[in-house]
Every structure is written in C-alpha cells, then in structure tokens.
C-alpha cells in the first residue's frame, strides 16, 4: 500500500510543483497540504485522472489552532472506489481569509461547505448559498471554535403563549457556574478533604 501512495505522491507533487505544499505519509495514509489557490484544480485532477481516480468526496471538516497561523486547517477527505485508497487533503485558512468551493467538482461539497461555514466561520468563495445548515438562522457565533464558550450566548426555549421559538439571554441556574478545574483529590481540594477528615477523626 505505501508504494502505491508513494506513486500517488509523487504524482501529485510532479503535477502541481507549487500548489503542494506538504505530503506527509504515515501509518499507510497520505495526507497533501495545498494552497488555496490550487485546490479546485487539485481536486479536479485526483478525481479525473486515471492515476488517481478519486471520484468520491467523503467528508469536508474544520480543525480549530486559535494560537496558530493559519488559524484553521479545512480537511478534505476523498476516497477512490477503483484503487480502493483514501486520501486527505488539508487547506490553511485564516478568520479572514477564504477557501474557494469545490462545489463544481463534487457537488455535495455544498453542504459540507454550509456545515463548516455553520460551525467553524470558514468561508467558502463561489458557494451559491452559504447559510447556517445546522444552527438557527440567528444563532450567533460558530460553535466548534475553540474560544466558544460551552454555555453559548443565549437560550432558546418555545413560548406557549407566544406559540413559537424565542431567544433570551443566558441563565444558568447551577449553583456552581464557575468550575476551577479542580478534582476534590487533587490540589487544594484534597487540603480541603484532608482537613475535614482530620477534623472528623478528632
């Protein structure tokens, strides 16, 4: 198998000397990082040419690096029915920067595109519709970054008299809305314990 991806590889650095810009194979899978200014070209050639043959995009997805610049990795994964082999293809994006669609290549990139748009922020140049696709239209914020906060911004609940969805601002009604990341056996928490127990033997 890992002379096959060599091939594939080689193949692909030989056809765009400049638009790949990493292939790192490991552990039998290849993954080529491109520039987003190749990648519907690049798409276009895995799945046509014969060498190549991956016809089938199986998923597009997001990675968050909030420390990192690019700031986001979009993630392509294809597959090839004819040499039964996977690939992955990642693209570098910033917050504001743009990644064009690959929507005319495979066509149900569109809603992976939505979805990464949805969750991530990620925008997608050329997409004839990019809107939310799994959050409400008013939802604010793209809920898979990393600085997200897990509560979000607001909550949504029906009204009965209202007889509809309403948005209001974020109540939490645990008592204890401020966790320090503390286990009770480690830290100060075992100090804490450790006293009581020693309190409660004497």
């Known amino acids: 198998m890992s002379t ?5 590889a080689h193949r692909l650095k030989t056809a765009f000397p400049k638009g790949v810009l ?21 798409m276009t050639f895995l799945r046509d040419d014969s060498g190549c043959s991956f016809e089938q995009l199986v998923d597009i997805g997001g990675v968050d690096y909030p420390g990192r610049k690019p700031r986001f990795d979009v993630v392509y994964h294809l597959l090839s029915l004819a040499q039964n082999m996977r690939l992955r293809v990642k693209v570098g994006v910033d917050e504001e920067g743009t990644v064009p669609s690959i929507g005319t290549v495979f066509p149900c990139a569109l809603w992976y595109e939505r979805e990464a748009w949805d969750m991530f922020g990620i925008l997608f140049t050329e997409h004839p519709d990019l809107r939310r696709l799994l959050s409400d239209y008013d939802f604010q914020g793209h809920p ?12 949504v609940r029906y009204d009965e008299e209202q007889k509809k969805v309403v948005y209001e601002p974020l109540q939490l009604a645990q008592a204890y809305r401020d966790f320090d990341f503390l286990s009770p056996w480690e830290g100060d928490g075992q100090k804490r314990m450790g006293a009581g127990t020693q309190s409660s033997e004497d």
């Open 22 to 42: 990493e292939v790192c194979l490991e552990r039998d899978e290849l993954t080529v990082v491109v520039g987003e200014e190749s990648l519907v070209s690049f």
């Open 4 to 8: 096959f991806l060599d091939d594939i």
């Open 144 to 155: 898979l970054r990393k600085d997200f906060p897990l509560s979000g911004y607001k909550e």
